[in-house]
């Protein structure tokens, strides 16, 4: 027995910076929502303060050429969600339609990886600390299912 608590000590002060702390988690959680409200409310500063400055995002669909049956991939970098929330598409989202639902899938160290549900998609988030702030750097994306 005496082992086992040792060997656990030992584990929690040698692993103790590797795993998640609560200011980590609100940090996370922040830079999240930052992104659903800025995108919503066409708040590019709120925007621009959740992204590192090479966020890519992107979104995997279908080729428009109905004779090849293959996927094709759009991105946008982070200019161009900033632009894209500036001029408001995100407004047009009426309030009670608004879903900012954040989900920490995982957090190690200066990584980790953000599921947000929003109004008809959902984001798949990688984030890191970037000069001691968390900060998206990648977004692959996904609409949901039309009714």
Do not use: C
Not at 39 to 48: F, L, R, S, T, V
Not at 101 to 111: D, P
Not at 117 to 127: G, K
Not at 138 to 147: F, G
């Amino acid at each position: 027995m005496k082992k086992i608590i040792l060997l656990t000590f030992f584990a929690a002060v040698v692993f103790k910076g590797y795993g998640q702390s609560v200011k980590d988690s609100a940090d996370i959680r922040a830079a999240a929502l930052n992104y659903v409200e800025g995108w919503y409310e066409g708040n590019a500063d709120k925007m621009a303060k959740a992204i590192h400055p090479k966020l890519v995002k992107r979104i995997i669909g279908w080729s428009m050429d109905i004779t090849k049956n293959e996927n094709v991939m759009s991105e946008m970098n982070g200019d161009q969600l900033i632009d894209g929330t500036k001029k408001g598409f995100g407004t047009k989202i009426p309030k009670e339609r608004q879903i900012k639902k954040i989900t920490i899938l995982s957090i190690y160290n200066n990584t980790a990886s953000v599921k947000t549900e929003m109004a008809d998609w959902y984001d798949f988030m990688h984030l890191g600390r970037w000069n001691g702030e968390w900060k998206i750097i990648n977004v692959l994306w996904e609409m949901k299912p039309q009714e």
